[in-house]
């Protein structure tokens, strides 16, 4: 693999070209319909049916994370890296619940992020700002795990160096997606997400089907899957991991599943998918759709198994100590060099497209809810443009100093700390949707202490490799189990702002208004006072 | 006064059991740990969780039918 792989290379950069290219020629045609404005972006963001939102929404749960990270978890770790399945199917349930609720709420008081609804509802910029910033923080981790997700494909395709040049092909992933976002905001990649998702699914299919069978069918995949996790690991002595869980692990598994599942529907860009629908009955549906996805991610987890199973290739991925390469390694093994640059190509622009959404979606809580609301409440939508496309820089620049800070032995770790983090809005925004009885000051405190908490285990968390944020998961204290700081962190928060609510509400501390109804939380389509919302997706 | 689009009690019990039922079976990791029996190769362990996945979209289709003729659409 030392020398670039022409072949790989040539398809993989055409089918890139090509989906871009598509991309902002669609954007372009459309364009002549509206104004030059914000606005303009709106066309994503009105009256999207099941059909439209499922693409959409499944976009935000294919990326690099499926592709790469929790393949790799599962092929350096075995049953462990599981976890990402029950988490796939858990966050369905809470999306039913929480979904609608917020599309109403939103659609009747014409909220376009979660901190704008979070403020509404309690009354308190300063709750809103802690959840804005929340998210932006959150982001980072996450789009620096699709940079790592791009960084693999292009590793394996041969595009790499010694010395300074080492850092190639990040720096290069990182300069794509800078210059994507800048031009091409976020119409593009709504536009895009068909084809992606269509090559991403080609892809998918084709190696789950394809591969078993060359390489001797599930029950010899497993099989071998477990003889090479059992062997000890040099660095440890202990084995890397096993096909089912251990009693030292099946907290953890259950705490990583459900810390997530509570993250998935919060995060700034799931949102801005949920509320561009059209209807509130296309998200209850979509709940039911979506787990389609999560049955193929599922899996795409086992291509970590199938990358074991193959000696060579499972050679390559621990000679590059780089467990992220196991699937592309696969690919790039079992299949010609024609396909497995379509395959690449599928991952790149599978990366590439969420992290362009994800850094809009946090430049969007900084513009609204940042600068406008505490900096120029009258700033034109110009300048708002400006600044957007300024934040949606420096959040990349964000995400580039956690890739080059952290261990990358396992990406999938860049998502959990983002979970630590945003997990801790979850009271104010997935709690605050069904019930007002919180008091704005003690979810205020339950989350200051909380994202300390949070912050510092994880901070704390060391390993050979590396001295800080080596894991996500923790002891638990009095517990004397390892679950996942997102959850520990959550329950401390909890009882933060329920104690503190009852002393709050004891001492008549004056709490916020709630400028919502009971009523705007049921509110449909077509119901007085709802609003469409065709800015959701424009500044 | 009850909102007329909210849903009867019946149902929402039948509901919150629909819904809350894959984080039980999910969250008992102990329970489905286990190799044997072993489905097309795959060992107890994953085909029982990917089974789920599906159960879990059934549950969550059956709790939409439910609220939206309870709820009027």
């Given at each position: 693999?030392s020398?670039?792989?022409?072949?790989?290379?040539?398809?993989?950069?055409i089918?890139?070209?090509?989906?871009?290219?598509?991309?902002?020629?669609?954007?372009?045609?459309?364009r002549g319909?509206?104004?030059?404005?914000?606005?303009?972006?709106?066309?994503?963001?009105?009256?999207?049916?099941?059909?439209?939102?499922?693409?959409?929404?499944?976009g935000?749960?294919?990326?690099?994370?499926?592709?790469?990270?929790?393949?790799?978890?599962?092929?350096a770790?075995?049953?462990m890296?599981?976890?990402?399945?029950?988490?796939?199917?858990?966050?369905?349930?809470?999306?039913?619940?929480?979904?609608?609720?917020?599309?109403?709420?939103?659609?009747?008081?014409?909220?376009v992020?979660?901190?704008?609804?979070?403020?509404?509802?309690?009354?308190?910029k300063?709750?809103?700002?802690a959840?804005?910033?929340?998210?932006?923080?959150?982001?980072?981790?996450?789009?620096?795990?699709?940079?790592?997700?791009?960084?693999?494909?292009?590793?394996?395709?041969?595009?790499?160096?010694?010395?300074?040049?080492k850092?190639?092909?990040?720096?290069?992933?990182?300069?794509?997606?800078?210059?994507?976002?800048?031009?091409?905001?976020?119409?593009?990649?709504?536009?895009?997400?068909?084809?992606?998702?269509?090559?991403?699914?080609?892809?998918?299919?084709?190696?789950?089907?394809?591969?078993p069978?060359?390489?001797?069918?599930?029950?010899?995949i497993?099989?071998?899957?477990?003889?090479?996790?059992?062997?000890?690991?040099?660095?440890?002595?202990?084995?890397?991991?096993?096909l089912?869980?251990?009693?030292?692990?099946?907290?953890?598994y259950?705490?990583l599943?459900l810390?997530?599942?509570?993250?998935?529907?919060?995060?700034?860009?799931?949102?801005?998918?949920?509320?561009?629908?059209?209807?509130?009955?296309?998200?209850?549906?979509?709940?039911?759709?979506?787990?389609?996805?999560?049955?193929l991610?599922?899996?795409?987890?086992?291509?970590?198994?199938?990358?074991?199973?193959?000696?060579?290739?499972?050679?390559?991925?621990?000679?590059?100590?780089?467990p992220?390469?196991a699937?592309p390694?696969?690919?790039?093994?079992?299949?010609?060099?024609?396909?497995?640059?379509?395959?690449?190509?599928?991952?790149?622009?599978?990366?590439?497209v969420?992290?362009?959404?994800?850094?809009?979606?946090?430049?969007?809580?900084?513009?609204?809810?940042?600068?406008k609301e505490f900096?120029?409440?009258?700033?034109?939508?110009?300048?708002?443009?400006r600044?957007?496309?300024?934040?949606?820089?420096?959040v990349?620049?964000g995400?580039?100093v956690?890739v080059?800070?952290?261990?990358?032995?396992?990406?999938?770790?860049?998502?959990?700390?983002?979970g630590?983090?945003?997990?801790?809005?979850?009271?104010?925004?997935?709690?605050?949707?069904?019930?007002?009885?919180?008091?704005?000051?003690?979810?205020?405190?339950?989350?200051?202490?909380?994202?300390?908490?949070?912050?510092?285990?994880?901070?704390?968390?060391?390993?050979?490799?590396?001295?800080?944020?080596?894991?996500?998961?923790?002891?638990?204290?009095?517990?004397?189990?390892?679950?996942?700081?997102?959850?520990?962190?959550?329950?401390?928060?909890?009882?933060?702002?329920?104690?503190?609510t009852?002393?709050?509400?004891?001492?008549?501390?004056?709490?916020g208004?709630?400028?919502?109804?009971?009523?705007?939380?049921?509110?449909?389509?077509?119901?007085?006072g709802?609003?469409?919302?065709?800015?959701?997706?424009?500044? | 006064?009850?909102?007329?689009?909210?849903?009867?009690?019946?149902?929402?019990?039948?509901?919150?059991?629909l819904?809350?039922a894959?984080?039980?079976?999910?969250?008992?990791?102990?329970s489905?740990?286990?190799?044997?029996p072993r489905?097309?190769?795959?060992?107890?362990?994953?085909?029982?969780?990917?089974l789920?996945?599906?159960?879990?979209?059934?549950?969550?289709?059956?709790?939409?039918?439910l609220?939206?003729?309870g709820?009027?659409?």
């Open positions: 693999m020398d670039v792989n022409g072949v790989e290379l040539t398809v993989f950069i089918f890139f070209a090509l989906v871009t290219v598509m991309g902002f020629a669609a954007a372009r045609w459309r319909q509206t104004l030059m404005h914000l606005d303009e972006w709106g066309l994503a963001g009105r009256g999207f049916g099941t059909f439209t939102t499922w693409f959409l929404l499944g935000d749960l294919y990326t690099a994370y499926t592709f790469i990270a929790v393949p790799a978890a599962v092929f770790g075995g049953a890296g599981f976890w990402a399945l029950p988490y796939a199917a858990i966050a369905y349930p809470i999306v039913f619940l929480i979904g609608p609720r917020l599309w109403s709420v939103s659609h009747v008081h014409g909220y992020t979660t901190a704008d609804f979070v403020r509404g509802r309690f009354g308190s300063s709750l809103g700002l959840v804005a910033l929340t998210g932006i923080m959150a982001m980072m981790p996450y789009i620096a795990l699709q940079l790592v997700g791009i960084q693999a494909v292009l590793t394996v395709i041969g595009v790499k160096g010694s010395g300074l040049a850092d190639l092909p990040l720096l290069i992933a990182f300069a794509l997606l800078a210059a994507y976002t800048y031009t091409s905001g976020l119409r593009a990649p709504a536009l895009i997400a068909f084809v992606k998702d269509s090559l991403i699914y080609l892809v998918i299919i084709v190696a789950i089907i394809y591969i069978t060359k390489l001797g069918g599930w029950g010899h497993f099989d071998s899957a477990q003889a090479s996790l059992a062997k000890p690991n040099p660095a440890t002595g202990k084995p890397s991991g096993s089912i869980t251990s009693d030292m692990t099946h907290w953890a259950g705490t599943a810390g997530s599942a509570l993250a998935l529907f919060i995060y700034p860009h799931t949102v801005t998918g949920t509320l561009a629908s059209g209807r509130r009955n296309v998200i209850k549906r979509n709940a039911a759709l979506l787990p389609a996805y999560s049955l991610l599922g899996l795409l987890a086992l291509l970590g198994y199938m990358a074991l199973a193959q000696p060579d290739v499972a050679a390559a991925v621990k000679a590059a100590k780089n992220q390469l699937v390694t696969l690919f790039d093994h079992v299949f010609p060099s024609w396909f497995a640059g379509v395959a690449f190509a599928a991952i790149g622009v599978g990366a590439l969420p992290a362009a959404i994800m850094s809009i979606a946090a430049s969007n809580l900084f513009t609204r809810n940042v600068y900096f120029r409440p009258d700033a034109s939508p110009a300048e708002q443009t600044v957007a496309q300024l934040v949606s820089l420096l990349k620049l995400a580039l956690f080059l800070a952290f261990d990358k032995t396992l990406s999938i770790n860049l998502q959990l700390l983002g630590i983090w945003i997990v801790q809005t979850f009271p104010s925004l997935g709690l605050g949707l069904y019930t007002r009885w919180f008091h704005r000051w003690a979810l205020l405190a339950g989350w200051a202490v909380a994202m300390v908490y949070g912050t510092l285990t994880a901070y704390n968390q060391h390993s050979p490799a590396q001295r800080h944020f080596a894991q996500s998961t923790a002891d638990v204290p009095f517990l004397h189990h390892t679950a996942y700081i997102a959850l520990t962190a959550f329950v401390l928060n909890m009882v933060v702002v329920l104690v503190l009852a002393i709050l509400r004891a001492a008549r501390v004056p709490d208004t709630d400028e919502t109804d009971d009523g705007d939380y049921l509110a449909d389509a077509g119901d007085p709802v609003r469409e919302r065709p800015e959701l997706v424009a500044e | 006064m009850p909102d007329p689009r909210s849903t009867s009690p019946a149902v929402r019990v039948v509901v919150a059991v819904l809350i894959p984080f039980v079976v999910y969250l008992a990791v102990p489905y740990a286990r190799v044997k489905l097309a190769g795959f060992p107890f362990f994953y085909w029982w969780q990917l789920w996945v599906i159960i879990t979209a059934v549950f969550i289709g059956i709790a939409y039918l609220t939206r003729t709820g009027r659409r």
